[in-house]
């Protein structure tokens, strides 16, 4: 969608966000009160968060522009900060033929990359968006566009437990050769089974996208973790609807929307460690005044499923809920 370009008090945002800060009346007080906020380093506390993660969720765009939601780990501490502008991932071979091969995404030298780091135990969460600048066998290097924290709304406490170790095969020597020997399904309808997980998913992440990929900092991609009671997501034959809640007002992932429509969700299923990956086309549907269709929601967010891609058993990590959100505990459900 073309928008004007309008004047923000804070350059870190887009015009996508701030026309949805304006509608609001809040753009000049999100300007003021985000200044200094969004960084374009880390602070020391980001890295030390991001350099003991277990796991964290890229968003990378595929070969057709669509941005994907992707979750990511490797051998011990596989992500460094070798200074305040950088990470750098050392990436399981599984990963690296999951993102190359199966989803076809575009890892290279200057490519956006959006990134959200969760702390289940606390609640804690950290973003970071980026652009790569060095990619080889699964070794990939970040410099910092934007970093900035995110509050612990709607975010579940959780244990994670390693489910298995996964085989170490060797690496791919370049896009071209590598090998995906996982089993993976891709259809453009959503089937009983990819119903099922997300109609019982407490959490999921959405990948979204700024219309131009430009040079600016504001202008790449973003991942965001969206967070409710099971049965928030609701799916009727190929199209999933979800509510947005109360936030932060940044509206990054909206805001992308209204400049884009496509969007990435990605679904884990706790028990099987199944991985789904949802391609869509998304549009904001403003909530009336007087429609109480879900309590707590702001606004819905309304997808066109392209297509689904299922990777079974890929996933090491168990996340089981110890304590829900207090603040998804207040939420509705579908009526």
Not at 8 to 19: D, L, Q, V, Y
Not at 42 to 66: I, K
Not at 248 to 268: A, E, H
Not at 275 to 289: G, M, N, R, T, Y
Request: charged share 20%; hydrophobic share 35%; net charge neutral.
């Amino acid at each position: 969608m073309s928008l004007p370009r309008l004047p923000s008090i804070n350059p870190a945002f887009h015009h996508g966000e701030i026309a949805l800060q304006k509608k609001l009346g809040i753009d000049k007080e999100i300007g003021e009160r985000t200044k200094g906020f969004i960084r374009s380093y880390m602070p020391e506390q980001h890295r030390l968060f991001f350099t003991s993660s277990p796991f964290t969720v890229l968003a990378l765009v595929n070969d057709e522009g669509y941005p994907v939601a992707v979750p990511v780990w490797g051998e011990g501490d596989f992500i460094e900060s070798p200074s305040p502008t950088q990470l750098r991932f050392s990436l399981q071979v599984q990963v690296w033929n999951m993102m190359l091969g199966a989803l076809d995404l575009d890892v290279i030298s200057g490519s956006k990359v959006g990134i959200v780091g969760i702390e289940y135990a606390t609640r804690r969460r950290n973003r970071l968006n980026g652009t790569i600048n060095h990619a080889n066998n699964g070794n990939l290097t970040i410099l910092v566009d934007q970093s900035f924290g995110n509050c612990p709304q709607y975010i579940h406490k959780r244990n994670t437990t390693k489910r298995r170790r996964l085989a170490i095969g060797v690496q791919p020597e370049s896009n071209a050769s590598c090998n995906v020997n996982m089993a993976t399904t891709t259809t453009n309808v959503i089937d009983t089974r990819v119903r099922t997980i997300i109609e019982s998913a407490e959490t999921f992440f959405i990948a979204s996208r700024h219309s131009s990929l430009g040079q600016e900092a504001n202008e790449g991609l973003d991942v965001s973790h969206r967070g409710g009671k099971a049965g928030f997501v609701n799916v009727k034959g190929n199209t999933i609807t979800f509510p947005d809640f109360s936030g932060n007002k940044f509206f990054n992932t909206l805001g992308n929307i209204l400049l884009d429509p496509r969007v990435g969700l990605c679904f884990w299923d706790n028990e099987t460690g199944d991985l789904l990956f949802i391609k869509a086309k998304a549009s904001v549907e403003s909530l009336e005044p007087n429609i109480t269709e879900f309590e707590g929601a702001e606004r819905f967010v309304s997808l066109s499923v392209l297509s689904v891609t299922h990777i079974s058993g890929v996933y090491p990590y168990s996340h089981e809920i110890t304590d829900m959100s207090p603040h998804a505990l207040k939420t509705g459900d579908w009526k």
